[in-house]
C-alpha cells in the first residue's frame, strides 16, 4: 500500500547548527504538507507544497518538494531551542485529499 | 476566525468504561472534520472523517465509533473501553484544500 517514510527518526543537534528532515512517497502526490508538534503539544500546520520542484521558505525554515513529486524535505538554517519538536510530513492518499497519509515524523532535539 | 475546541484535555477511565469526547469547531461552515490518535512517541492514526452532518467513514475496525450531529460537531464514543485505547486522541478540521487545524487533544489513559 501507499507508504510516507521520514528520516530521521531522531536528530539531536547543538543550537546554531542546521537540521534536515526528508520524507519519501511511494507515489506520487499531489501535495505534501508539513506540521510542527511541540512537546505535549499538537500538529500544527505549516506550509503546503503542490509544485514539482517548489521551494518554500519561512524564515529559517525551506519546504522542497522534488521534480518527481514522491520526496520533500524540511531544512532549518541555524536552530534554535523553539525550533525542538516533532516534525511530520503527510500528503493526500490515493489522491483523496480529504485523508491525508502521515509520516512518522523526525523528532529532533537541541541542545543549548 | 476559525477555533476548534476540544474536551477533555486529559482523562483516565477504567476498563470497561463508556468513553465520549467532543469536538467543536467555530467560524466556518460545512467543514471536514477527522478524529486521529497517536499512541506515545508515534504517528498520527486516521480514525474517523466526515464530510457532513451524519457522514461518517470509519478508517480502522476498532472498539470505537463516531458521530456528527451538527455541522461543527464532531464526537467519538465507546461502550466499553479497552487498555489499547489508551493514547493522545486529536480532532481536526480542514476546509478543501488547506492542511488540517488540531484541536489541542485529549489524552486518554484506561486503566
Known amino acids: 500500500g501507499q507508504q510516507v517514510m521520514q528520516i530521521p527518526q531522531y536528530q539531536h543537534v547543538q543550537e546554531g547548527e542546521d537540521f534536515t528532515t526528508y520524507c519519501n512517497s511511494s507515489?506520487?502526490?499531489?501535495?505534501i504538507q508539513w506540521y510542527k508538534q511541540r512537546p505535549g503539544g499538537h500538529p500544527v500546520f505549516l506550509i503546503q507544497l503542490v509544485k514539482s520542484g517548489e521551494v518554500k521558505k519561512q524564515k529559517r525554515l525551506t519546504f522542497q518538494f522534488g521534480e518527481a513529486k514522491k520526496n520533500s524535505s524540511l531544512h532549518i538554517t541555524a536552530t534554535q531551542t523553539t525550533d525542538v519538536g516533532t516534525y511530520f510530513c503527510a500528503g493526500p492518499l490515493g489522491g483523496n485529499n480529504r485523508k491525508l497519509i502521515w509520516g512518522l515524523g523526525t523528532s529532533l532535539a537541541v541542545n543549548p | 476566525s476559525q477555533t476548534i475546541h476540544q474536551w477533555p484535555a486529559t482523562l483516565v477511565q477504567p476498563v470497561g468504561s463508556p468513553l465520549s469526547l467532543e469536538c467543536t469547531v467555530e467560524g466556518t461552515s460545512n467543514p471536514n472534520l477527522y478524529w486521529y490518535r497517536q499512541a506515545a512517541g508515534r504517528g498520527l492514526q486516521l480514525l474517523f472523517y466526515s464530510v457532513g452532518i451524519g457522514q461518517i467513514s470509519s478508517e480502522v475496525p476498532q472498539n470505537l465509533s463516531a458521530s456528527r450531529p451538527q455541522d461543527r460537531q464532531f464526537i467519538l464514543s465507546s461502550k466499553k473501553l479497552l487498555l489499547s485505547d489508551s493514547g493522545f486522541y486529536l480532532c481536526a478540521w480542514t476546509p478543501s484544500r488547506w492542511g488540517y487545524t488540531f484541536g489541542s487533544g485529549t489524552r486518554l489513559t484506561v486503566v
Open positions: 507515489t506520487t502526490l499531489s501535495n
